[in-house]
């Protein structure tokens, strides 16, 4: 947490029995004072002690701390909390810092400072902290050990260049994707059987989300160039002068020199953020589950009067290769599956028993496909439906646009014909367009290279009736992995059952859930 003021332990002490004393200090970033922090003593445990912010053009009060006593007359940091609302600081301003106490039996309170200019004081009987700050006396040759910590809040700007690039991205991807798929789905209609086949003529090729990426989600901020879709954390120190941009190991383009570059620690944009955007919102839009309707209790992402429609969430990825197992006669001369690995996964609910059934999709996006020690061809995309979690219910998996029934499963894939090979020649003739490829994948080897992670949001139904461990709030999940959440009572009530995305899931105390989406957990107390 950045922080603004002085925060060398003084050798010299000055009373503050009866005097509004502090420095006044310049900010390098917007933000919200949480606290202030006051090196003091004081000669009688008795004394009271708070602080205050004060803005230094107009000496008018911004918020004054919690009131503390029992103050040793060793020195030592104590801490002065701001109730809420707490105040707020702008970038580039002085602000002044200041610690007041009263005087008992003729006791004092001291705040140490050192020799330096811009302290202050105000002659006033400990009460209320004046507004504005009146009769002020400037120092030249001390500077109190006061300080304040604040959480940094981005400029305006900031957030309006934020804003506007993701309503940007999602604009471009939704017309992109998004639209198709609504298209296709209404074209479900008996009477629009006529435009099925053109829209499924319309090809989606999930690497071009990574070129919109590279080429067109760039970020300029304060008329900085954050590289071309390669940005990097901005840093926490207002350097006021020259620096190098754009930060980060091995930048994709030669360091400059800017004039007055301002640096904040902010969640700008990152590459990685990028990445994630496109893996989890639109290769998520790529696998669908599609089933009869009511056919599961948690509620549709999309529906109509004959289907609802789940998203699969990708969950991780592996640089995988695989041995192909049974290929089909056309393709008989393929041996191994080398290539990226997306695992998709969706946990749904049966309405006709009650259990929970995990539904898995393995996607293959551009892999190498070899056959006889030579290349055979690079599909654009292969789906492996690799296990049926029975007795679950039987649905369809929609591969961008394509089909799976799960009662089918195996391996299915585009598979387009290959240019011969230089002497001596080699000639491969497949069936062209999607088809089954293989019953089944036999590992060689994976390695994994990227966990999504989910938010997860616990909640209670009455917070007056009990609580949880850890307490309601949004956590990170790594995907695939457990998260464990424990129900607690209040005196006179019980805990009845945990609900998962609007389903009861458990009667038991403590709920261990692995998370495979974004995820909202209750429990239910009576």
């Known amino acids: 947490m950045p922080v603004l003021g002085n925060r060398s332990e003084g050798e010299n002490f000055d009373s503050c029995s009866n005097r509004i ?49 029992g103050i040793s007359s060793e020195p030592a940091w104590i801490q002065f909390t701001f109730p ?36 202050l004081y105000a002659v006033y009987d400990y009460n209320d902290f004046p507004d504005p700050l009146g009769a002020v006396t400037e120092l030249t040759d001390r500077v109190y050990s006061i300080y304040a910590s604040y959480t940094a809040v981005p400029p305006s700007e900031y ?65 900085m160039d954050i590289g071309g879709g390669k940005q990097f954390k901005l840093t926490q120190n207002y350097t006021g002068g020259l620096s190098e941009y754009p930060k980060g190991v091995s930048p994709p383009v030669t360091p400059r020199l800017l004039p007055q570059v301002d640096e904040y620690i902010f969640d700008v944009i990152s590459d990685l953020d ?24 948690e509620s549709p992402d999309a529906e109509n009067y004959l289907y609802d429609y789940y998203s699969m969430y990708p969950n991780n990825k592996w640089i995988t290769e695989y041995d192909i197992v049974n290929p089909i006669s056309e393709l008989s001369d393929w041996e191994k599956i080398k290539g990226e690995r997306v695992w998709f996964v969706r946990e749904l609910t049966s309405r006709a028993d009650g259990n929970h059934y995990l539904y898995i999709l393995d996607l293959f996006i551009n892999p190498v496909i070899t056959g006889a020690e030579m290349i055979k061809t690079s599909s654009p995309l292969l789906a492996w439906v690799s296990s049926n979690p029975s007795p679950a219910p039987d649905v369809t998996f929609s591969v961008a646009g394509q089909r799976i029934p799960l009662s089918i499963g195996g391996v299915w894939g585009n598979v387009s014909p290959v240019e011969a090979t230089p002497a001596p020649q080699f000639y491969v003739t497949v ?11 036999s590992p060689v080897s994976q390695t994994k290279v990227w966990d999504n992670v989910f938010n997860v949001t616990v909640e209670v139904n009455d917070p007056n009736k009990g609580t949880t461990d ?48 974004p995820t909202t957990i209750k429990a239910v107390f009576m």
């Open 21 to 69: 004393v502090g420095s006044k200090f310049l900010t390098g970033q917007d933000g919200i004072v949480d606290s202030i922090y006051a090196y003091i003593k004081a000669e009688n445990i008795n004394i009271c002690f708070k602080c205050a912010l004060y803005r230094y053009e107009d000496m008018a009060l911004l918020g004054v701390t919690e009131e503390r006593s």
């Open 84 to 119: 809420e609302p707490k105040p707020q600081i702008e970038n580039d301003k002085y602000y002044v810092l200041v610690v007041w106490c009263n005087r008992v039996n003729n006791s004092e309170g001291y705040v140490a400072y050192s020799e330096d200019e811009d302290g």
């Open 159 to 223: 957030g309006a260049t934020i804003n506007s690039l993701k309503s940007f991205r999602n604009n471009v991807l939704n017309d992109m994707v998004v639209q198709r798929i609504k298209a296709r789905l209404e074209a479900m209609h008996e009477t629009m059987q006529k435009y099925v086949t053109i829209l499924d003529t319309i090809n989606i090729t999930p690497y071009l989300f990574g070129r919109i990426r590279d080429k067109v989600l760039a970020l300029q901020f304060k008329g």
């Open 274 to 297: 990028l990445l994630k955007e496109t893996d989890v919102s639109k290769l998520q839009t790529f696998v669908i589950i599609q089933c009869d309707s009511d056919m599961f209790m």
């Open 431 to 441: 069936v062209v367009g999607w088809m089954p490829i293989c019953d089944s994948l």
């Open 470 to 517: 850890p307490p309601p709030d949004t956590y990170n999940a790594v995907a695939a992995e457990s998260f464990t959440v424990t129900a607690v009572p209040n005196a006179g009530y019980t805990f009845d059952h945990w609900e998962v995305d609007g389903v009861t899931w458990s009667t038991d105390l403590t709920l261990n859930k692995p998370i495979y989406k």
